[in-house]
């Protein structure tokens, strides 16, 4: 017998702490990704309450998390599907986890530069938009691997 939160497709619905509980998952991986360390569990839940209220594009049948541990490069692939559509799944919830923390100050020096460094950011300036280049090819390809666009 189904659970009451489990729709006749199986899928369980919007409200279900299953669901939840997958997008406070789903919040930890993301922010491995953008910040390189975990995800404070006030985040976590916010994230998944977020997720839970606004219209958001649908995901696909892809989780985040299988591709995670096969080690999928997930910043490339959103930057490949941000290309052909700036609303699509995966950026739209890259910016909400970036916008429930920006505001945060543990996250300040992650969002503001608040020295002037003119050559130094210039180089770095440099080298991320090299890194954003090689990041756009890779992705352009894992999307059409995962067959995600």
């Given at each position: 017998m189904k659970s009451s939160t489990e729709t006749s497709a199986g899928r369980t619905e919007p409200g279900s702490s299953t669901t939840r509980e997958k997008w406070q998952a789903?919040?930890?991986?993301?922010h491995r990704i953008l910040f390189g360390s975990g995800a404070p569990a006030e985040v976590k839940q916010?994230?998944?309450v977020a997720l839970e209220?606004?219209?958001?594009a649908?995901?696909?049948q892809c989780d985040l998390a299988a591709l995670s541990k096969r080690n999928v490069d997930l910043e490339a692939m959103e930057l490949a599907l941000r290309r052909n559509?700036?609303?699509?799944f995966l950026?739209?919830?890259?910016?909400?986890?970036?916008?429930?923390?920006?505001a945060q100050p543990d996250y300040?020096?992650?969002f503001v530069n608040d020295r002037p460094r003119f050559f130094t950011g210039a180089l770095i300036l440099g080298l991320k938009t090299l890194r954003s280049a090689c990041l756009a090819v890779k992705g352009r390809w894992l999307v059409k691997r995962y067959d995600l666009g």
């Open positions: 789903e919040a930890e991986i993301l916010r994230y998944a209220t606004l219209p958001l649908a995901a696909p559509n700036p609303f699509n950026t739209q919830r890259f910016r909400v986890l970036c916008y429930l923390v920006e300040f020096h992650r």
